[in-house]
């Protein structure tokens, strides 16, 4: 074999964050990904991160995830191969990925309901590789990728991988809320301040945060938060009659996940209010329907879109929205096990996103 | 005492329908009502009914319901007497009642909520006396009173008193049926059929009819559902998943009231669809979030409004709608304890509605 | 050269009726169609139509279309070849060919605006060669075709390229037609016809059709009108109001395209109702302000984005729609130059739309 | 007569400002108003402001408006008297004024169209006597007044009578802004400011006021416009057309009231976009349906409904909503005539909104 030969190699190799089953990952050598349909693209990865999610699967919690696969669902990066069928994207374009493959041509998609794409869904570190590698291989790059805007902030547009949608979509468009509307978000870790920051695009009067972690409500306060309620210190529920003259709040956000805080925000909502799930949920709850029923709410669940990436790419370019404030840590990607254990021990180090940088 | 006086006396004497405790009601004499505030009519009542929440206040399920009260939140009439400031109706004017009394200025029934009315709600037949009697006072009249339209079969109308509003805004309303679109309606009693009849206002493709009760199923096929399942003889997910392909139905209505059927909705409903609350539940229910968490799916629960009841009585002038379908079985308003009798045993009877006309 | 070569030569022509300028038509031998990008097919046509912009080109009013295209828009087939990056359909699929072709892709598509695809929109018959040939190429197949369900009607479904999804979508859903709502139409023409039929979706209490010729007001009647006015025998806005007890309706479609009738619309609309455009203007027309500033009305225009196709198709599988009805003439294709003559004179023949079968 | 019968006469006059037809009116006595119907109340007024439309009366062009008439529309106040019916308010209650009188009975007022009330609507200053006087009659009070929250500043609270509201529900409710969107504002007068102000609920990515006033354009910017145009030294439609990457606005809000306005607002609109009319106008416009027939946009009129009020006010108490930046200056009440002085030259005074103060 010739020289030439090993050049070729060992450009075929990357290094990723590999899921080696449940509590084991390693950052190893894979194979570089490449084009396998004429709609996918390549995307060397400039900037990733870690979602909450991905903590869950090393647990054991998401079982179709196995071993070898690449995590990771969130990034931008560079087109470094756009397949013949690609037509909005070239080689050198900087991209956004979203964390939801859309074909852009089945009935859920037509729909804008991307999540239950029959071709694609939540697919990126879950049933395909993902993005916490050197390169990522994006189906259906068309609809799945975004242009990141000349000038713009590339570490803040990372946050609309996911968080920021899942926020937005789940929790504030599904929570209709609306100016002047009183917003109670249970739970302040990165979904529930992603989705205060976003409840702001509607002006409502009150935004009040409920979380059990003071560090999180004191950065909730200047995240916009109106109110915030410690509710390991106090009685929440007291706490919010008494700020809503009794009647609760128009819009309930779970942000947690547990059947606990479900329940309470069923406690919460006013009379012709809706409770907006964003939790993923492990567990049944409780639903009061004995005095739920004639209260005239509306309680909604959605796994994320993606669908409103264009109109966040808008906000955040126009400064109504400054995704920036989730990143509170930077690492190199290659740091990407350091990285994890920071991000796994939040509360401790007083982490929201971290930002993985590869150089 | 003169004779006058006690012809005067006599006028002001009534028959009525009165609850006196569990299990007991009686037909007799009470004083007939008088105008107590200047916005109060004074109905004759020419036709009532009876409702499957009267049968539910007789056993003592809903403790507001005080000894004397007279029951009854239905029906049509004609205006003895109106307070000096209803302005809408005047003596003689035949009027349709709203099982809802609403005052139009408080900030529930400005936004349209009329069941949290502050100053009514639902209080006919529950914390003040109702329409199974000769005569009825309206609070709030020219809000909570329909002119009936000229010409108009009054039978008809009388289902859109309570039964016609609370299947359209509770079950197709928040539903949000569409044309093309596949609901499911579990419980086929009056207001399951209620939902049945309005939900074709909508064109919906297929509308699917779940009940143990073959009879009303047979109603159901009558009355336009387009495939019945007997959920006591069949698995009524398999079966609507065959019909659906797999998919589910884009809307389920719960017209039952128990945990079982709730749970069932759940079982029944696509990604993206609705479960449509009308049912009276008196116990929780268990929400199985771990997997619809996920499925992008709405859950809405409401007291009728009656906010929609100018439009039901266009639908039904106009032959849109057929309400006089649900009636099953005529009484004189005198013989209303052997009227409970029928309707409370409603399978053996097939019973639907009653109609009770005061003649 | 071999007998061979003139087989294959002669395989690759097909039959067309080809548009040579104002007034010029000829039904003549042109090039097979190929697949030129791998998101194309190649339909063979089993039945097409004959569309009244057909008409406006042949005046020509469209400028667009150049001597040697092919027109037409509409029609039914089967896969004859797909490109390989065709997924949704395969040789043999039978199809619905839609009037507007849809990239999924653009910033227009995800937000459901097909017409302004910017890669499609009407573009066959217009800017490519379109469907009244013998083959016809589709660019963007997976989204600009949809699947003729099994056992179908196919000459009812040739309905849903382009006359009903535009009466739905630019008549009926931006009219904002509701249950117990009155709807005026303006012009009984097809598009009119279409628009009357699927504003029956949402139970409206009257539809008042106007227009002047007594032959499409009797077809109105039979397809669900309450009410027809002859525009040239009476006074049109002094028959609605009578008819409306001088309110007006709720809902104006505008399905004729020239200045007066959009005026008369404006006459016709109640306070807080829509007129919703479909006619396609050649002129501006006057906009009473200084009246209608304060009516608190809605006006929309809309090129049709058969974005609803999908549920079209399920209410006429469900027949909820029979739009067979508006089929009044059938042709083979080969007889297309009469089947022109015939719809070109729609009044004297009394023709809403012909079919041309290719046998 | 005695001296009391004097006291008493003394009492029941007041100081008004009265319209004597076109270009004459005094600050001059009148009888104070007193409790007509038992839905009445009399108000004091505190703070009352002066409208575009009245000098609109003033110049003639409102014929309704009779000779004698007390003028204005606007105010907060205290209630001096409430009728038997009225059960909000009491003697002593601080309220604020809606210029649109609202019975809450009528049809039009149960669906939120306040505007056209059958028994109100706009009837203050216009077909009743108004708030520039020392006292005034509010019919329907219940409904047409609303509770000064505690501790608010008074002023900021009359720009809640009519000028919010009317930006808001006319310009920005109707033009449907959303977050990420493009908004221009034709006009940047006192209605246009609001809609400025108000249309940042929604956090558009730009709003454009286009305006020839380079006062108004400078105040625009400080209320949070992200471009200007001088519509009288550069082109606004070039300009605007580069702003937006040649699409255009996606909402363009009319703020003037006059045909070319209009007009202009035609070239700026992006497809799919809406324009809002707010604007008073005395003439027709042309409507370019030749290209717009294509362009599905929608265009929409309306009276103020004053139906967000309660929202409204929930924004300027938390403090969403900074509505005293719309007063440039203060007068007593009786120095009315200086007022309308200033207010008449706008321009040259560099007036938005004036307080009159009845001290």
Chains 1, 2, 3, 4 share one sequence.
């Not at 071709?119 to 879950?126: A, D, F, V």
């Not at 950065?219 to 929440?236: E, L, R």
């Not at 990607?333 to 590869?358: C, M, P, W």
Request: charged content about 20%; overall charge neutral; aromatic content about 6%.
């Amino acid at each position: 074999m010739t020289r030439a030969f090993f050049a070729t190699y060992k450009i075929k190799k990357m290094k990723a964050l590999v899921y080696h089953g449940p509590a084991k990952k390693s950052w190893e050598e894979k194979s570089k990904p490449v084009v396998q349909q004429p709609t996918d693209a390549i995307v060397r990865i400039t900037k990733t991160t870690i979602c909450g999610t991905d903590l869950h699967i090393l647990k054991g919690d998401v079982p179709e995830v196995t071993d070898g696969r690449i995590l990771g669902h969130e990034g931008v990066g560079v087109i470094e191969e756009a397949g013949s069928a690609v037509t909005n994207f070239k080689k050198g374009d900087h991209v956004l990925i979203s964390c939801i493959t859309s074909c852009g041509k089945c009935d859920y998609c037509k729909r804008g309901m991307y999540s239950h794409c029959e071709n694609g869904g939540w697919i990126l570190g879950h049933l395909i590789d993902g993005t916490q590698a050197e390169y990522v291989r994006i189906p259906h790059a068309d609809n799945s990728l975004y242009h990141v805007p000349v000038g713009s902030d590339e570490e803040a547009l990372v946050m609309l991988s996911d968080i920021l949608p899942t926020g937005f979509e789940c929790g504030v468009l599904n929570g209709n809320v609306k100016p002047g509307d009183t917003v109670a978000i249970v739970g302040a870790g990165p979904i529930g301040l992603a989705s205060l920051l976003t409840a702001q695009f509607y002006a409502p009067a009150e935004i009040i945060m409920i979380d059990p972690d003071d560090n999180r409500l004191s950065v909730s306060k200047k995240f916009g938060a109106t109110q915030t309620i410690n509710n390991q210190k106090s009685d929440a529920v007291a706490k919010l009659k008494e700020l809503t003259g009794n009647k609760g709040a128009d819009t309930v956000i779970e942000a947690v996940g547990i059947p606990e805080t479900f329940e309470l925000c069923q406690s919460l909502v006013a009379p012709g209010g809706t409770i907006a799930n964003i939790g993923v949920h492990g567990k049944p709850a409780t639903l009061h329907l004995e005095s739920l029923w004639a209260h005239n709410i509306t309680i909604t669940t959605r796994l994320v879109d993606t669908v409103t990436t264009p109109m966040l790419l808008k906000t955040v370019q126009s400064k109504k929205l400054n995704s920036k404030q989730l990143i509170t840590h930077h690492f190199k990607l290659s740091e990407i096990i350091q990285a994890y254990d920071t991000f796994g021990h939040a509360a401790r180090e007083k982490a929201l996103k971290v930002i993985l940088t590869n150089e």
